[in-house]
């Protein structure tokens, strides 16, 4: 139920990113694809990947003229280890980092406006199973005798 108790407002929505074609696929047993949408069509991008644990592991940097971020990661980390395993990497917790302000944009006297350099959380993707070998299923229900059905308590005297 929803009550409004002032006029009708219009909500102008402006979003600086944008992680249109994010999806669970984005991460396989090879690679971790990023891609977004920035609304400066024209800018410097850096991604920077954290673990489960908040550590560095690795990232990259490229420039859009046309807004789009795409860049495949090889789950490499930035000492060379491979970090394919969801026992050591549960999750990974990226960062997309982009100028939010258009370079064509000038000021007085056609000077470019300075740069405001704007950070956000991409999605996190996470495994959907865990490895083969890795499942455990377990259940217990103490309220209950055996042989008794859910509507009948079993009282402990």
């Not at 991460?27 to 400066?40: E, G, H, R």
């Not at 789950?75 to 491979?82: I, K, P």
């Amino acid at each position: 139920m929803l009550t409004l108790s002032n006029l009708v407002q219009t909500i102008t929505i402006d979003n600086q990113v944008t992680f249109t074609n994010w999806d669970d696929l984005i991460w396989n047993n090879t690679n971790y694809t990023f891609k977004a949408q920035l609304k400066n069509q024209d800018t410097d991008w850096w991604i920077d990947i954290y673990d489960a644990w908040g550590e560095y592991v690795n990232g990259a940097s490229g420039h859009t003229t046309n807004g789009l971020v795409d860049w495949t990661w090889d789950l490499m980390d930035y000492m060379g280890n491979l970090r394919d395993t969801l026992e050591n990497d549960p999750f990974f917790d990226p960062y997309i980092t982009f100028d939010a302000t258009s370079s064509a944009s000038a000021g007085v006297g056609g000077a470019v406006a300075a740069a405001a350099q704007t950070t956000r959380q991409t999605p996190i993707a996470m495994h959907s199973y865990p490895a083969l070998g890795s499942w455990i299923v377990t259940y217990l229900d103490t309220f209950y005798e055996p042989g008794t059905t859910a509507g009948d308590a079993y009282i402990k005297e």
